[in-house]
């Protein structure tokens, strides 16, 4: 007797575009019906920039033309379908009904948001359903605390070493390549004084469509949509990682913290958005990587070791951390810091050049690279005291790979120190010394990056140095500021006054 398959009805994220995902590979696809859907909630939690609701929706189009390339049953809603109920459960239900489906089933949401939502969906569910794994990640969800326990505070390098030897990634036996696990000294350069802007790879993605059909759905947004240049499916994701082993990599380490007014991507791959979407799999961009070293001997181990860390260290880091940490982590306020974002986050119009710099970036093209988000846009927002809600929810709105896993911890974790330190050792703050130090921003500046106290002194000196004094009793006894607060030390009561009322008085542009 042959028992038919159920009908069984698969939801695929947006987030989920993994083509070599098993349920692909399956031989009897008879019964199953995948579905893809472009709702208003998803794309308006908070409000995202133009690029990023562009590109998933090119990606999430062009996914469901490979699956029915494959003769899989594909049901697509678009954001302005008549049929399009603009809500998971309302459109799963539909369906269920009309398919007569018995089965539900779908790949784990990265978001805790969305694992709530659809627990409850799945509860009230009268037919059978089944969570699969996405088969993206290196790591599980909880892969930290399986490894160092529950703790309060997790070190990403002891969890790198680890997924380093557990993966066999640049190993030579039990010892890492080189004989060290981390080549951050030899790398974290300033670009040279004859740099010139790198070369990137154009892809000429038609978006005319996709952005009629967002104005015509009525859909909230900011930001520029011209310069929209992501790949948007396997093929054109492959084109990028093999151009940036072939093209960046060799130079990816030792600029990776470089800023300049000449160029926005310098020798950073761009893969966030094709990572996060899981389009291509970090084991993949791993393997690129490792090959290209092998191959070409102008990449040295330090920047295919930097280029690694990134991605089986933070970013797997991140994911764990994450799903370890919520949902309070969304809640911590460590400073307890309520002050409202500035308007030229939305406008880029600042006299501030680095802020004007990054912030046109982010706008122009939904991307930021990680010292500028971290050390310029990051930085000033601490500074200033801003409310780390408002501070998140613009990242998880302007760049294209703001997906809440690794937004959030980023943001709130490792720039906002809102946690006090769950992810990183100390705040990461600095004066305009820095900022001059690793880009050009200050050479035409209306400040001035040397004064911290007369009318044209930089906002980043006084603002600094007022955070220090304001919080020394949370972080003067932290080993890792210490340098910090034996500087500190050397400035007079009248100055620290000085500087407390100037940071006080002072009011963004
Ligand atoms: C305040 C702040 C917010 C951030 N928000 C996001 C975000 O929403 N989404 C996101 O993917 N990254 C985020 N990052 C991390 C990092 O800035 C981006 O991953 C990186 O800039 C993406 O550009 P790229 O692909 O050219 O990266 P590259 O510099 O080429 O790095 C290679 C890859 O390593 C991974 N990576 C590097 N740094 C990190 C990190 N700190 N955490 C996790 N993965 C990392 C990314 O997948 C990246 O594609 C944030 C960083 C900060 C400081
Ligand atoms: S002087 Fe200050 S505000 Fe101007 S670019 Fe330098 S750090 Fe930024």
């Known amino acids: 007797m042959i028992i038919a398959k159920p009908n069984t009805l698969r939801l695929i994220l947006g987030d989920q575009l993994?083509?070599?995902?098993?349920?692909?590979?399956?031989?009897?696809?008879?019964?199953?019906?995948?579905?893809?859907?472009?709702?208003?909630?998803?794309?308006?939690?908070?409000?995202h920039h133009i690029q990023k609701i562009?590109?998933?929706?090119?990606?999430?189009?062009?996914f469901q033309e490979s699956l029915k390339q494959k003769k899989l049953n594909v049901i697509y809603y678009k954001i302005n379908d008549d049929n399009n109920l603009?809500?998971?459960?309302?459109?799963?239900?539909?369906?269920?009904?009309?398919?007569?489906?018995?089965?539900?089933?779908?790949?784990?949401?990265d978001e805790y948001r969305l694992e709530q939502y659809f627990k409850d969906f799945t509860s009230s569910l009268k037919i059978e359903y089944q969570t699969f794994s996405t088969e993206h990640f290196f790591t599980e969800r909880y892969e930290l605390k399986n490894l160092f326990g529950d703790k309060d505070h997790y070190l990403m390098e002891s969890f790198y070493r680890k997924m380093r030897q557990k993966h066999n990634v640049l190993m030579d036996k039990n010892k890492p390549e080189g004989d060290k696990w981390n080549f951050d000294h030899d790398n974290r350069k300033s670009l040279p004084k004859n740099h010139q802007a790198s070369l990137q790879l154009i892809f000429d993605n038609d978006f005319d469509d996709v952005l009629n059909d967002i104005n015509q759905a009525d859909l909230q947004y900011f930001g520029n949509s011209e310069n929209f240049n992501w790949p948007i499916n396997y093929m054109q994701s492959k084109l990028a990682?093999?151009?940036?082993c072939n093209n960046h990599l060799q130079t990816f380490g030792l600029y990776q913290d470089a800023m300049s007014i000449d160029d926005e991507f310098i020798s950073h791959s761009k893969?966030?958005?094709?990572?996060?979407?899981?389009?291509?799999?970090?084991?993949?961009?791993?393997?690129?990587?490792?090959?290209?070293?092998?191959?070409?001997?102008?990449?040295?181990?330090?920047?295919?070791?930097?280029?690694?860390?990134?991605?089986?260290?933070?970013?797997?880091?991140?994911?764990?951390?994450?799903?370890?940490?919520?949902?309070?982590?969304?809640?911590?306020?460590?400073?307890?810091?309520?002050?409202k974002l500035p308007e030229f986050y939305w406008t880029a119009k600042t006299k501030m050049n680095c802020l004007r710099?990054?912030?046109?970036?982010?706008?122009?093209?939904?991307?930021?690279?990680?010292?500028?988000?971290?050390?310029?846009?990051?930085?000033?927002?601490?500074?200033?005291?801003?409310?780390?809600?408002?501070?998140?929810?613009?990242?998880?709105?302007?760049?294209?790979?703001?997906?809440?896993?690794?937004?959030?911890?980023?943001?709130?974790?490792?720039?906002?120190?809102?946690?006090g330190g769950g992810l990183a050792t100390k705040p990461y703050i600095s004066s305009a010394n820095y900022i001059n130090k690793m880009s050009n921003y200050c050479k035409n500046c209306f400040y001035d990056h040397k004064e911290k106290l007369t009318d044209n002194a930089c906002p980043f000196n006084f603002l600094y140095w007022a955070f220090l004094i304001k919080h020394q009793n949370l972080l003067k006894s932290n080993l890792r500021m210490s340098m910090m607060y034996k500087l500190l030390e050397k400035f007079t009561e009248e100055e620290k006054t000085e500087i407390l009322q100037k940071a006080n008085d002072y009011r963004p542009e």
Request: glycine fraction near 4%; include cysteine.
């Open 271 to 339: 893969l966030s958005f094709s990572l996060n979407l899981k389009i291509l799999s970090p084991q993949e961009v791993i393997n690129a990587a490792i090959q290209a070293y092998r191959n070409n001997t102008e990449i040295s181990l330090a920047q295919v070791e930097g280029f690694i860390r990134q991605i089986l260290g933070w970013r797997e880091f991140m994911r764990s951390f994450y799903w370890c940490k919520m949902p309070n982590f969304a809640k911590t306020n460590f400073f307890d810091h309520s002050s």
């Open 18 to 47: 993994n083509i070599s995902h098993s349920w692909y590979q399956e031989q009897d696809q008879s019964n199953i019906f995948y579905v893809l859907m472009e709702i208003k909630p998803e794309s308006e939690y908070v409000t």
């Open 86 to 109: 603009q809500d998971f459960t309302a459109n799963l239900n539909h369906l269920i009904h009309e398919l007569n489906v018995q089965k539900f089933e779908m790949q784990e949401p």
């Open 241 to 244: 990682l093999d151009y940036f």
């Open 357 to 419: 710099h990054c912030i046109k970036s982010s706008l122009d093209n939904a991307y930021a690279h990680h010292i500028q988000r971290l050390m310029v846009t990051g930085n000033y927002a601490l500074l200033l005291g801003v409310d780390p809600n408002q501070v998140d929810n613009w990242y998880l709105g302007v760049y294209i790979d703001a997906i809440e896993w690794v937004e959030i911890t980023n943001t709130r974790g490792m720039s906002q120190w809102a946690d």
């Open 54 to 62: 562009i590109g998933f929706f090119l990606a999430m189009r062009d």
